[in-house]
């Protein structure tokens, strides 16, 4: 089964910037979707980000503009590079396939406070 190991968390200040990486085991990135996403404390898994296997992307809202995926084909790696980062985004973030998920990685997590 494909396994997705996400890092390059961690603890910046708001309005700062970091750039997460999901490996992911085998060459599915033509294939499917991958997303990435982010579960704060208390809160539902929600979706952050998306790359087809052509290569178009989508944002949730409140990410456009501050948010950027993209992907390394050769490297089996997809990346979010995070910028204006705000409190809110604190979170541990995940990467999985669109639609029906497989196994979740552990996460990376993110903290932006001061």
């Known amino acids: 089964q494909v396994q997705f190991v996400e890092s390059g968390g961690g603890l910046v200040q708001p309005g700062g910037s970091l750039r997460l990486s999901c490996a992911v085991s085998?060459?599915?990135?033509?294939?499917?979707?991958i997303n990435w996403y982010r579960q704060a404390p208390g809160k539902q898994r929600e979706l952050v980000a998306s790359i087809s296997p052509d290569g178009n992307t989508n944002y949730a809202d409140s990410e456009k503009g501050r948010f950027t995926i993209s992907r390394d084909t050769a490297k089996n790696t997809v990346y979010l590079q995070m910028n204006s980062l705000k409190p809110e985004d604190t979170a541990v973030y995940y990467c999985?396939?669109?639609?029906?998920?497989?196994?979740w990685g552990q996460g990376t997590q993110v903290t932006v406070s001061s």
């Open positions: 085998g060459r599915v990135l033509s294939i499917f979707t």
């Open positions: 999985n396939k669109g639609g029906l998920p497989w196994s």
